[in-house]
């Protein structure tokens, strides 16, 4: 009898798979419900007020006054023409700060990212990044990349910085 083996591939997209599957069973995490949404077209309500909940960590002192993460996000997503594997992946990284599984899983917590304030959000991501768990410290890397990929693929940004 041969033993299990699963590659860290499959291993993370399953976390990530399970991670969304509990953001999308427990509705209503939202972190922003009173700011006023803008219409989306790639992503989901929700997706939107995690990625917003990541700008104010992980952008705080961002040169453009009306970035929106959340938006760059919907846009990304929704500026491609055909389905691709990244865009699931984005999807499912954008789950993870309202998942519950999340939250248990990694931090031994029951309460999600988004539904902390700013500083404990600030705090929990730090303790993430310097954590001996590597799949801590390996999504943390992920959204932290991602927040910055879609910051300079926005159009201000390059004019900011002299590519435009």
């Known amino acids: 009898m041969e033993p299990f083996t699963l590659s860290r ?11 969304a599957l509990t953001a999308v069973s427990l509705k209503g995490i939202n972190c922003g ?3 006023p949404l803008p ?16 700008q104010e960590v992980f952008l705080q002192d961002c040169p453009i006054a009306n970035f ?3 938006l760059a996000l919907d846009n990304y997503v929704y500026g491609h023409p055909y389905p691709i594997d990244t865009e699931s992946v984005i999807q499912l990284l954008a789950s993870i700060p309202s998942s519950f599984l999340a939250a248990i899983f990694l931090d031994f917590s029951f309460t999600p990212l988004v539904k902390l304030p700013p500083k404990e959000r600030l705090e929990r991501l730090i303790a993430w990044k310097t954590s001996a768990l590597g799949l801590k410290r390996g999504v943390y890397l992920i959204l932290r990349q991602t927040s910055f990929f879609l910051l ?13």
């Not at 693929?153 to 390059?158: P, R, V």
Request: hydrophobic share 30%.
């Open 68 to 70: 929106d993460l959340g």
């Open 9 to 19: 591939n499959r291993f993370f997209k399953f976390t990530l798979k399970c991670f």
């Open 39 to 54: 219409s989306l077209r790639g992503i989901s309500e929700e997706e939107y007020h995690n990625f917003r909940s990541l």
């Open 33 to 35: 419900s009173g700011l």
């Open 152 to 164: 300079s693929s926005d159009k201000e940004y390059q004019k900011f910085v002299g590519y435009l």
